[in-house]
């Protein structure tokens, strides 16, 4: 029965901090790159002219492809950020029992 405990745990910790560790990095790939567009743009009026096209009701034009990078990426970092507390979560579970555990048997 320890045995069985023992890997569960040790699984949880392992797989929480690797997920933990692959959010992080689709985070830090997302944030570039939205960063490297953000500094590649060429004129900022034309940007804002955009946004203002775009809130008088001329979504349709304005609204971004399926491939548009920057949609990518803004859902990348959301999705990225979301597994990232998920796996959080399953490290500070792991803690938890690993505390109770040890409190248990001291």
């Known amino acids: 029965m320890s045995m069985n405990v023992d890997s569960n745990i040790n699984s949880a910790i392992l797989s929480g901090t690797l997920g933990l560790q692959r959010a992080s990095d689709g985070i830090t790939q ?34 971004p492809s399926g491939g548009d990078t920057m949609t990518n990426d803004l859902v990348g970092l959301t999705l990225n950020l979301r597994n990232a507390q998920a796996n959080g979560k399953v490290l500070e579970v792991a803690k938890d029992t690993v505390g109770r555990l040890i409190d248990e048997l001291a």
């Open 30 to 63: 997302h944030s570039v790159s939205l960063a490297q567009e953000q500094a590649q743009l060429r004129d900022p009026q034309e940007v804002l002219a955009d946004a203002a096209m775009q809130q008088i009701g001329l979504q349709s034009k304005l609204l």
